[in-house]
């Protein structure tokens, strides 16, 4: 098993000069870290992944960092979990029944193996679903995982659904895959594996 090193959230940002001391210190562990920003986020990737194989921004999730653990854990590959918009970004994807979420190019492949184009907010709401597969998600915490602005009212996320739904969906009337949960929000019906 891989040591683990924990970056404080209330550090100032990573730039690509502060983290090539702590590679050496980190190499062949999992770096956890807080909140990134857009200079922890370039370092990061800057980093040679053949010493640190994963690098974790720690999500609101903690199935997402057990996920991206054992992930990173099992096959070596180069694995950034961001809180922002609850996104694992790296060489990883959600599959569920014969779809496949790719979290490094943020498309998704249909049954048929073709892309299907999701907008950012399309995306976010998709990886809040697959990552929480089968429990209920209120429309709040949805809200929340695709960054809305706060003056957005709940019910633009119903809109957000039914534009997911109409790419997933063979018949968006009668969904399958996102379940309405009466007064609870929405449950995406699916078992998730993530790869």
Not at 123 to 140: G, H, K
Not at 159 to 164: F, M, N, P
Request: aromatic letters at 8%; zero cysteines; a neutral charge.
């Amino acid at each position: 098993m891989h040591a683990m090193t924990y970056r404080d959230s209330s550090l100032p940002p990573l730039s690509t000069e502060d983290v090539a001391p702590l590679v050496a210190t980190v190499a062949g562990s999992v770096l956890l870290a807080g909140e990134a920003g857009y200079d922890d986020e370039r370092a990061v990737w800057n980093l040679n992944h053949e010493l640190v194989p994963a690098v974790i921004v720690v999500p609101e999730s903690a199935a997402d960092v057990r996920a991206a653990v054992a992930f990173a854990a099992g096959q070596y590959r180069p694995v950034l979990v961001k809180t922002t918009g609850h996104q694992i970004v790296g060489q990883a994807q959600y599959r569920f029944g014969e779809w496949r979420l790719h979290t490094q190019t943020r498309q998704i492949t249909n049954p048929d193996g073709n892309a299907v184009v999701l907008t950012k907010g399309e995306y976010a709401l998709l990886l809040a679903f697959v990552s929480a597969p089968q429990r209920p998600l209120t429309r709040e915490h949805l809200l929340q995982a695709t960054r809305v602005h706060e003056d957005v009212f709940d019910r633009s996320i119903d809109v957000q659904i039914l534009r997911l739904r109409r790419k997933l969906e063979p018949n968006p009337g009668l969904p399958r895959i996102i379940l309405t949960e009466r007064g609870g929000g929405y449950v995406f019906a699916l078992p998730v594996k993530f790869a």
